[in-house]
């Protein structure tokens, strides 16, 4: 085997040495540029797994690294000129005179080969090992084609030939020795030069010392036997000497900087770069992240099912600028600390979302996004999380439903203590369901779309919600994003929608986010935006996609939207455009914002189960629910309520601080003090 595979290279390099330079290549009738095209793709276009980065909305603030394999792209002037002179020294010394084939390295090998009585040298230049570090990670290759890219055949030796020699007809000497440093490995799990010098001395590639270049350049032939991480320490050293001495006799540096590096301590700095939403940078960000995650995987842009995407997003190399704040992140994580500590079972997930855009500027929950916690997506819902019940916060969508069906704010009703509706119910009420009002003495009466959601009365929103249709108030809600996770409500919502009395009261399952992006639409004047958490993606080569903008429609007219808005005022203690509020649920949310236009409404599930309050300014939307994820009949009690609205209303004040206040448009006479009536 030794014969034939000396007499194959042979055969080789004497068709090279009897032509000058490249020309035996030259004599094919197509040329250079045919056999470049004819290259596999990953050859002509090297597509190599890399890292992706997520950052804040101020695209320098990194959240988290995720990644399937270590490695990051980087252009030649950004690795040490060391680095590129220890790579060549060691391993294709004529890297700069030869066309892909070494000539005299093929001859050299022949002679090694046939007098050591195996097969010992393969005259491989930093081309051809090139081409076989893309071809053997290539995934459009068969696993047999892979497997032939490392074989230690002539075959195999002499297509590598024929593509490196391709390949040098086509790119300059520059850029494949950067694409050689970028794919290599380095061993200790360092894919690249970039992550490699991260991975052993904690620093960039453009920071490598002489040693540090040389050490790393001796590991490519063995990566992971000679690490000094991970493997032998005294080779890794001697592999450096070698390096060194290679450099010098190359003439890139002088013998004396040789000895001088050789005598250089090793001095390790081993850096294990965070991977995955568990190891963002803050640990209140993971939530953050892991919506991130959650997001691209239901993006079908990203690829054909979730498998694929997740592959994508894990060795794409994009760069994610996304829409977390963290002044705002770490202003809503205290706050919903005020309403539960760390280490406790219940949870006060927030959501802070911006109008108009949809981006999710702050995800914040009182627990750590941990294996020893939960990953559970306790603010956005997925997975185990369906949601929790909002209570009277839903009130808003049969509020908006009656807008518009021509029901003006002034529709008035002399709301009962108990209604019975036409909705099935018990036999208390000879068969229908007949809710009553939490505190009838301050609620009962003539009631207004304005004072009825300001005072929260239940009686007055179930007979506006059977006047207009229940189906016409569930069909809003799913208008502004509401989702209906939780299999018994999207059975609901699908089958007997115009029989679902209760629904007016938040007995279906919701999440922050959905509650705060619903409410943002009143405060973008009726437009409704897709919740984000991203406002650009860039991909390794700097193109920008269009997954990051901006999903918006027009969900309401802005007259129904202004007067949402208006009736919104009066949960929180403020006064309506006509001056029609008359008591609030959440009074003190509107103190706390200190007189700038506000509005929101207050929620509690039956038995005081959850404990909501959503509010929105003209910038921004939250909402927070307060809850036992894991055990709905912990019920977290009445007295939660004023800690949860605090929360919210305190997020929204000191986030605004310094920002101009913005009044929300007035809705018309019309759509305000219309002609149509209740009793």
């Not at 005299?104 to 930093?126: H, K, W, Y």
């Not at 997975?383 to 807008?403: C, N, P």
């Not at 922050?512 to 991909?539: F, M």
């Amino acid at each position: 085997m030794t014969l034939v595979f000396s007499g194959l290279l042979a055969g080789v390099v004497l068709a090279v040495v009897a032509f000058p330079g490249n020309a035996v290549f030259a004599l094919a009738a197509k040329g250079a540029s045919d056999a470049y095209l004819s290259l596999p793709s990953d050859l002509r276009m090297p597509q190599t797994a890399q890292r992706t980065y997520l950052y804040a909305r101020d695209g320098k603030t990194l959240i988290a690294t995720l990644y399937d394999v270590n490695r990051e792209d980087v252009r030649l002037h950004q690795i040490a000129p060391a680095m590129r002179q220890a790579i060549v020294a060691a391993e294709d010394a004529r890297f700069y005179e030869h066309g892909g084939v070494d000539a005299r390295s093929v001859m050299r090998a022949i002679v090694a080969n046939g007098a050591g009585g195996e097969v010992e040298q393969g005259a491989s230049t930093l081309t051809m090992q090139y081409v076989r570090n893309v071809l053997k990670n290539d995934p459009d290759l068969t696993d047999q084609q892979r497997r032939e890219a490392i074989d230690d055949t002539a075959r195999r030796k002499i297509q590598e030939m024929r593509y490196a020699t391709a390949l040098e007809r086509k790119l300059s000497k520059d850029e494949i020795l950067n694409r050689y440093l970028n794919i290599s490995y380095f061993g200790a799990q360092a894919y690249g030069i970039q992550a490699a010098s991260e991975r052993y001395f904690g620093k960039p590639a453009s920071k490598l010392t002489l040693a540090e270049s040389a050490l790393l350049a001796g590991l490519v032939q063995s990566p992971d036997a000679d690490s000094p991480i991970a493997g032998d320490r005294d080779r890794a050293l001697e592999r450096r000497g070698y390096v060194l001495d290679a450099m010098a006799r190359t003439g890139a540096i002088t013998p004396d900087q040789a000895a001088q590096a050789k005598a250089e301590p090793l001095r390790l700095k081993p850096t294990q770069l965070p991977n995955g939403c568990i190891a963002s940078r803050d640990n209140s960000w993971g939530f953050f992240c892991d919506y991130v995650r959650e997001w691209w995987m239901s993006r079908p842009e990203f690829g054909s099912n979730p498998q694929v995407r997740e592959q994508n997003l894990l060795t794409g190399g994009y760069r994610v600028v996304t829409s977390l704040d963290p002044k705002i992140q770490k202003i809503a994580q205290d706050s919903v600390l005020g309403v539960y500590g760390y280490g406790s079972n219940r949870a006060a997930p927030m959501a802070v979302v911006e109008p108009g855009s949809g981006q999710v500027l702050a995800m914040a929950v009182n627990h750590h996004f941990s294996l020893n916690d939960t990953t559970n997506q306790l603010v956005a819902g997925g997975g185990a999380i369906d949601g929790y019940q909002a209570g009277s916060t839903f009130k808003l969508f049969t509020l908006l439903a009656g807008l518009e069906a021509g029901y003006a704010l002034g529709t008035g009703f002399n709301a009962p203590g108990r209604f019975v509706s036409k909705y099935p119910g018990d036999a208390r009420c000879g068969g229908k369901w007949c809710p009553s009002n939490a505190t009838p003495s301050w609620m009962n009466g003539y009631r207004t779309m304005w004072s009825g959601f300001g005072r929260s009365v239940n009686t007055y929103f179930v007979w506006l919600e059977q006047t207009v249709g229940a189906e016409k108030s569930v069909e809003m809600a799913q208008r502004l994003g509401i989702q209906f996770r939780a299999k018994s409500d999207a059975k609901l919502a699908k089958e007997k929608a115009a029989q679902w009395g209760s629904f007016t009261l938040g007995v279906s399952s919701t999440t922050p986010l959905e509650l705060a992006n619903a409410y943002a639409t009143l405060a973008a004047d009726g437009v409704y935006c897709k919740d984000t958490p991203v406002k650009s993606i860039t991909d390794p080569t700097g193109r920008k996609l269009p997954a990051g903008d901006p999903a918006c429609k027009r969900a309401l007219n802005p007259q129904v939207a202004r007067a949402g808005a208006d009736a919104a005022r009066c949960p929180v203690g403020q006064q309506s455009a006509y001056g029609r509020c008359d008591g609030g649920t959440a009074e003190q949310a509107g103190g706390i914002l200190g007189g700038r236009p506000v509005g929101g409404k207050t929620g509690t599930s039956e038995d005081d189960s959850t404990a909501s309050f959503v509010g929105f300014t003209a910038q921004l939307s939250a909402a927070s629910i307060a809850a036992n994820p894991d055990d709905p009949q912990d019920y977290v009690g009445s007295a939660v309520q004023d800690n949860v609205i605090n929360a919210v209303a305190q997020t929204l004040a000191t986030a605004l601080e310094g920002k101009p206040e913005r009044a929300f448009a007035p809705p018309g006479p019309t759509i305000a003090l219309g002609k149509k009536r209740g009793r």
